[in-house]
């Protein structure tokens, strides 16, 4: 399996600009990880969706993978409390 190209929804520079600096890091970190493994241990795909979610910290990842295309598209961060309100 090769390595995956990211791909983010417009929105998704919004919602990093709403996390605290020191957050933003590791957020983009645990991002650029999921380009070698998109089904990284911990993981779990969303019921009754297409995509999937990834923690890090209190912050969730929602991601979906397109494997024909080799893609990994970033749909939404955001803390854990509020993330899945407007899926």
Do not use: W
């Not at 494997?67 to 993330?83: F, N």
Request: hydrophobic residues 35%; proline residues 3%; positive net charge.
């Amino acid at each position: 399996m090769g390595r995956y190209r990211l791909s983010f929804k417009a929105s998704v520079a919004k919602d990093l600009r709403q996390l605290p600096k020191r957050d933003v890091q590791s957020v983009l970190k645990r991002i650029e990880g999921l380009a070698d493994d998109p089904r990284p241990n911990g993981s779990e795909k969303l019921s009754g969706q297409e995509r999937f979610r990834v923690r890090q910290g209190t912050y969730r990842i929602i991601y979906e993978i397109r494997d024909q295309e080799l893609v990994v598209m970033i749909v939404k961060v955001g803390h854990r409390r509020d993330v899945y309100r407007t899926l």
